[in-house]
């Protein structure tokens, strides 16, 4: 019956299909399973699912449970409700994954959080397709102690996902290696004749936005700014933060989020008692950052680490020192949400909160739903990558380890 439907009617049938639906979808007959994996139908839905998400989206919540990492996707309504809860199927040498960005149902993880693994994924949770990046040309063990710096997005031009990575040797006048992974050529390219003549502060959170990945970086003269990396041209460019905040100032953090689909800045004080966010209402017009509210939680003491999101009614999601999230309004005051917590160390530094859109990117990748890399491509640290004294070896170069001129400023750190 399927085979007499126009092309049409059954493609706007199918794009408002939930994605577990949809897959069953592609049992139906040949050619349903064609145009369900087809890089066309996927941009289709994924559209369809921006367009009709816009009032109701998802975050994501990451922590580290008991040495498990748990991702969680939870409503941005009210009682910031659990939406659903991801089957996470790596495993880690270290504590847990960084996660260098989410963009169009995907996430783009990196095993770097003690020891460089070299291991760096992108991975789609709800079709349970993940792709193993091959490792970048510079490692440990040919060039030493470094720092290095991720950005992932996508090419609305070329249809392509995009990784850069920005690797710091010394700042002695040296500058980074830069490497761009494209996902349909499947190697890393060195682009480090774009010559970046900025210092992106250790482990700053990445955004994406409007095809452009951004980072809080640091001109070599000391004065902060926004970097940027467009993913269609592949060229990087800068953005002036507001007048008063691009000054060296070391007591405050900066952490760039995405509120109301527009650029935002969050700063907080090193007590943590004092925050305000900075909102770009015109993408790249520097002269529209506005600054909608400041908010003073002294009444609640210094038991705050740094904001984690901007949630789309303008209160900030924030992780006490307890382990305990809790969403403050403008006003000051300060809700605690139903979400477990933990006061390890290892939980508050893996909590980590952004934005997600369900999709079937990567659904093209062929027949097998589960994840092929999970249990025999990921590294391990057997005998033979140890040192003689049961420490790991080079290749597993610890990545606190830098050379102290890179790695002094870590007040960013997650």
């Known amino acids: 019956m399927s085979d007499f439907l126009p092309e049409g009617i059954t493609i706007n049938i199918l794009k408002r299909l939930p994605i577990k639906p949809l897959i069953c979808c592609m049992c139906v007959s040949r050619s349903w399973y064609t145009l369900i994996t087809s890089p066309e139908f996927i941009a289709t839905h994924l559209n369809f699912a921006i367009a009709s998400n816009e009032g109701s989206p998802l975050l994501l919540l990451r922590r580290c449970i008991k040495k498990t990492e748990r991702y969680d996707l939870y409503c941005d309504n009210l009682l910031f409700?659990?939406?659903?809860?991801?089957d996470f199927p790596f495993r880690s040498i270290?504590?847990?994954?960084?996660?260098?960005g989410s963009c169009n149902g995907l996430l783009c993880l990196s095993d770097d959080r003690v020891f460089y693994m070299n291991t760096i994924i992108i991975w789609n949770p709800c079709v349970k397709k993940?792709?193993?990046?091959?490792?970048?040309?510079?490692?440990?063990?040919?060039?030493?102690?470094?720092?290095q710096s991720f950005?992932?997005?996508?090419?609305?031009?070329?249809?392509?996902?995009?990784?850069?990575?920005?690797?710091?040797?010394?700042?002695?006048?040296?500058?980074?290696?830069?490497?761009?992974?494209?996902?349909?050529?499947?190697?890393?390219?060195?682009?480090?004749?774009?010559?970046?003549k900025y210092i992106i502060h250790n482990r700053s959170r990445q955004i994406y936005i409007n095809g452009v990945?951004?980072?809080?970086?640091?001109?070599?003269?000391?004065?902060?700014?926004?970097?940027?990396?467009?993913?269609?041209?592949?060229?990087?460019?800068?953005?002036i933060l507001p007048a008063r905040l691009a000054k060296d100032d070391s007591q405050k953090c900066k952490e760039l989020v995405i509120f109301r689909e527009s650029l935002a800045l969050v700063m907080c004080d090193e007590s943590r008692v004092e925050y305000c966010?900075?909102?770009?209402?015109?993408?790249?017009?520097?002269?529209?950052?506005?600054?909608?509210?400041?908010?003073?939680?002294?009444?609640?003491?210094?038991?705050?680490?740094?904001?984690?999101?901007?949630?789309?009614?303008?209160?900030?999601?924030?992780?006490?020192?307890?382990?305990?999230?809790?969403?403050?309004?403008?006003?000051?005051?300060?809700n605690y949400l139903d979400v477990p917590s933990c006061r390890s160390e290892e939980y508050l530094?893996?909590?980590?909160?952004?934005?997600?859109?369900?999709?079937?990117?990567?659904?093209?990748?062929?027949?097998?739903?589960?994840?092929?890399?999970?249990?025999?491509?990921?590294?391990?640290?057997?005998?033979?990558?140890?040192?003689?004294?049961?420490?790991?070896?080079?290749?597993?170069?610890?990545?606190?380890?830098?050379?102290?001129?890179?790695?002094?400023?870590?007040?960013?750190?997650?």
């Not at 993940?130 to 720092?147: E, Q």
């Not at 290696?177 to 010559?195: F, K, N, P, T």
């Not at 002294?298 to 809790?326: A, S």
């Open 151 to 196: 950005g992932f997005g996508f090419d609305p031009i070329s249809k392509d996902y995009k990784v850069v990575r920005i690797t710091y040797t010394d700042f002695n006048g040296r500058l980074p290696q830069i490497e761009l992974y494209r996902l349909s050529m499947g190697v890393w390219e060195d682009i480090s004749h774009l010559a970046l």
């Open 130 to 147: 993940s792709v193993l990046l091959p490792k970048p040309n510079m490692v440990y063990n040919s060039y030493g102690s470094f720092m």
């Open 94 to 100: 270290n504590p847990f994954f960084t996660i260098i």
């Open 277 to 334: 966010v900075w909102v770009m209402k015109e993408y790249g017009d520097v002269e529209s950052w506005t600054k909608p509210f400041n908010v003073n939680l002294q009444d609640f003491g210094r038991g705050f680490m740094k904001p984690l999101w901007v949630r789309k009614d303008g209160e900030v999601l924030m992780v006490t020192k307890d382990g305990c999230l809790v969403s403050c309004d403008s006003g000051a005051q300060v």
């Open 349 to 414: 530094c893996s909590v980590h909160v952004d934005s997600f859109l369900k999709s079937v990117a990567l659904l093209e990748k062929g027949p097998d739903f589960s994840d092929a890399i999970t249990f025999s491509k990921l590294p391990s640290l057997q005998n033979d990558d140890r040192g003689s004294d049961g420490n790991c070896g080079s290749h597993y170069k610890r990545s606190d380890e830098v050379n102290p001129s890179i790695g002094k400023d870590n007040r960013f750190h997650a």
């Open 81 to 86: 409700d659990r939406h659903f809860t991801l």
């Open 213 to 239: 990945t951004h980072w809080i970086a640091r001109y070599l003269d000391g004065n902060d700014l926004i970097l940027s990396f467009d993913m269609r041209d592949e060229v990087f460019g800068e953005m």
